[in-house]
């Protein structure tokens, strides 16, 4: 009876199986066929219901789309998605910057494409990110999350192209301000927290380079830790006005000729520690940059340079003969001015009532505005 009663079950099994498969069809267990036939129940398995989103669920910059009823991809920003997820609060080569404080301070925003509409509302709207080198500091990440429309301060541009900064959404009217490519500014009084799109364009509306002559950032990957003007509460009242501006890189980081000229002065001075002074042409003025703090520096009295070449390295000199409240850490200062220190004691600040604008006298000295020179490449 055990033998008929398990011949009998084979045959009930084979039936089953040549029933339920096709000829030269491959056959397939139960548990292998879970995925092709959703919603069958095997033994031991249970069809798993995915969570449906939510209309009004969060969709990060990074979101790919999501395809509708119609099966039509959903619409996503106008920046590619590859340059979306570089989207990190570093500026990097090739981008366009915002920042939420004058004089590149605060959380970025970075961008490698024209953005036509910002958005003014979280969470979709493009926002300003923290900086993940420097996560902790807070005045580097002021503003972080804020929507970036009408909310930056100032731009850099490390495109090879113009961008320009419109007043109005989807590139509109005639208020605008380029900020040409290698460049850094503040925006205008009329851009600043003013800012509802940007377009990397072919031309410029600002004057044009001097003949032979261009000017740029003496560093690379940095942000400005003192802007011209800013008022240093470590000094006395009556002379606490910048006349340059201080520029923080990395450790160790090439300082460059801001411009092509002559060497004009090498050495150490025990206020400005290392420094260089660099004589310029620009356009039939006389005017010489100076370069402070540095750890080294590696050109001589008399060389020619070219705009970008390493004339030294980025330090904190002579900070420690300095008492703790006078040292500032590794930074770059920078400054323009009208006359020749070959002893390198050029003043880093002076009173409120020398200030014009982007130019101040004092003691006979006339300083310039480093940022306005490198934009306008010319005198202010």
């Given at each position: 009876m ?22 030269g069809?491959?056959?397939l267990w ?17 069809e798993v ?16 789309g ?13 920046v ?9 609060g ?22 490698s ?6 958005g ?15 996560i902790?500091?807070t005045k ?9 429309k009408?909310n930056?301060?100032?731009a ?5 192209r ?21 460049k850094?500014a503040n925006?205008?009084a ?17 004057p ?8 740029q ?8 830790s003192?802007g ?6 470590k000094?006395?009242a ?10 923080v ?5 090439s ?32 005017v ?6 540095l ?5 001589s009295?008399?060389?020619v340079?070219s705009k970008?070449?390493k004339?030294g ?7 420690a ?17 009208n006359?020749?220190d070959s ?26 505005n ?11």
């Open positions: 055990k033998n008929i009663y398990s011949r009998s079950m084979l045959l009930c099994f084979a039936l089953v199986f040549s029933l339920s498969c096709g000829e069809e491959e056959l139960p548990e292998d066929s879970v995925d092709s036939a959703p919603g069958v129940e095997v033994p031991g398995s249970e219901a995915m969570p449906q989103e939510d209309e009004g669920a969060w969709k990060g910059e990074e979101d790919w999501d395809e509708d009823a119609e099966g039509e991809e959903a619409w996503v920003p106008e590619a998605a590859a340059a979306t997820t570089a989207r990190n570093v500026c990097d080569s090739g981008e366009f910057c915002y920042f939420y404080n004058s004089d590149n301070l605060g959380a970025i925003s970075d961008f494409a024209s953005v036509g509409d910002y003014s509302t979280q969470p979709s709207c493009y926002d300003f990110k923290p900086r993940p080198n420097n902790n500091d580097l990440n002021n503003g972080k999350g804020t929507c970036i009408n930056a301060a100032s850099c541009n490390f495109s090879d113009t961008v320009r900064v419109y007043y109005n959404s989807n590139y509109a009217g005639s208020l605008f301000q380029d900020i040409l490519s290698g850094c925006l205008s009329s851009l600043k927290n003013n800012n509802a799109s940007h377009q990397f364009v072919n031309s410029s509306s600002e044009p380079p001097s003949p032979g002559l261009s000017w950032y003496p560093m690379s990957n940095y942000y400005i003192l011209w003007g800013g008022i240093n509460s000094k006395l009556d002379r606490n006005r910048h006349v340059a501006i201080d520029i890189g990395s450790i160790g980081g300082v460059n000729a801001a411009a092509a000229g002559t060497v004009a002065a090498v050495g150490s001075q025990n206020a400005n520690g290392n420094f260089v002074v660099l004589q310029h042409n620009l356009n039939g003025n006389t010489y940059s100076f370069y402070a703090h750890s080294s520096y590696s050109v009295r008399g060389a340079v970008g070449q004339i390295v980025m330090g904190d000199t002579p900070s003969s300095l008492p703790p409240e006078q040292r500032f850490g590794a930074h770059l200062h920078f400054s323009v001015m006359k020749l002893t390198g004691a050029y003043y880093g600040y002076a009173s409120a009532a020398s200030f014009s604008g982007n130019r101040a006298t004092y003691l006979g000295t006339t300083f310039y480093p940022a306005y020179v490198i934009q306008y490449e010319k005198l202010p």
